[in-house]
């Protein structure tokens, strides 16, 4: 069976969404790491896609080979991708689907699965919420399932502390880290619960251990980085979640669940991510984090199969489901 390309440039968030989509669809997957190499890295971005296809791949590097047998679906995330998953596309007749804005002609992929937030509207364009993500029922039961013992003894309401980092339009430095811990340890002992933190791969390890540290007479879990990152099994296992604002795939993920999530501001600013958070508002599936959490309810946030139906419409690809 033909397989699925995941052509990214090695970020975590967006191989994440391209997961997400292609697990949807159903097809075995491989993730291709890419970069241009050579004199290839003097051409601007948005021109690269005017360089002959088979050029284009044989002056970049990657993960793994880029040659035959080619994939039936290149999904790509990411404008850098763009010139290469263009590449593959056409040199080997891929069906190919692009998320988040291309940056460049929407009509040389087949499908671009763009946010709302990212305002990109073409008629091959399907709008989504927020980021494609993998949280359904299902992995939140059983990630939920196999590390509830774990957790047994601990009591409600449990909160989920999802931990971003620094990102070129928000900081997130120890100091920071230190007074949102203690907001956090505040709000554990005014509820009597329990904070499950689970860092990102952008969180500082300053900053983590200044988290750590105020949370520290309060019960707690924070995952350290070693063995397997129960982000899924404290989505499944908390009452709420709180979340910081620096990243869009974390938000939606925590939506995905419909449980009531809460965003702490980081010190900087992104006009785009505004425009998601007030979207997120305005559905009714977030509040800023004010040191308190109430239930609210809302529809589970998760745009991943109305990405996926047409693709496998278009391949022939019965439903996974």
């Known amino acids: 069976m033909r397989e699925t390309w995941i052509v990214t440039d090695g970020a975590v968030g967006m ?12 097809l075995p997957y491989t993730l291709k790491r890419v970069k241009p190499a050579g004199l290839m890295r003097l051409i601007p971005i948005r021109f690269q896609h005017l360089v002959p296809a088979e050029r284009r791949i ?4 990657s993960s793994s080979p880029l040659a035959p047998p080619w994939p039936r679906l290149v999904i790509s995330i990411g404008r850098r991708s763009v010139p290469l998953a263009l590449a593959i596309k056409w040199v080997g007749g891929a069906y190919g689907l692009h998320i988040q804005n291309p940056k460049g002609p929407a009509h040389l992929f087949d499908l671009i699965a763009a946010p709302v937030h990212d305002d990109f509207e073409a008629p091959n364009v399907i709008s989504t919420f927020g980021a494609v993500h993998s949280v ?3 992995r939140l039961n059983e990630a939920g399932a196999r590390f509830a013992p774990q957790i047994a003894d601990l009591p ?8 971003g980092g620094e990102s070129r ?4 430095p120890p ?8 907001r956090l340890a505040k709000l ?9 933190i689970t860092p990102s791969r952008r969180t500082g390890p300053d900053t983590l251990s200044a988290v750590a540290e105020a949370v520290n007479d309060v019960p707690h879990i924070i995952w350290d980085g070693r063995g397997e990152n129960p982000y899924f099994a404290f989505l499944s296992l908390a009452d709420a979640i709180v979340v910081t604002e620096d990243s869009v795939n974390m938000v939606t993920e925590a939506t995905g669940t419909g449980k009531p999530v809460y965003i702490q501001p980081l010190p900087g600013r992104s006009s785009r991510l505004a425009r998601f958070h007030a979207l997120m508002r305005e559905r009714g599936a977030t509040r800023p984090f004010e040191g308190r959490i109430d239930p609210f309810d809302y529809a589970p946030i998760n745009d991943t ?3 996926a139906a047409p693709i496998r419409k278009a391949l022939g690809i019965e439903s996974t489901e």
Request: net charge negative; glycine share 10%; charged share 20%.
């Open 15 to 26: 191989e994440a969404q391209g997961i997400a989509v292609a697990e949807a669809v159903g």
């Open 188 to 196: 554990a002992r005014e509820c009597r619960g329990t904070l499950l």
């Open 305 to 307: 199969e109305a990405v």
């Open 136 to 138: 359904t029922a299902a």
């Open 58 to 61: 044989a002056a970049s590097e």
């Open 156 to 163: 409600h309401p449990r909160i989920a502390v999802l931990l």
């Open 169 to 172: 339009a928000f900081s997130f």
């Open 175 to 182: 100091e920071v880290g230190a007074r949102f811990g203690d």
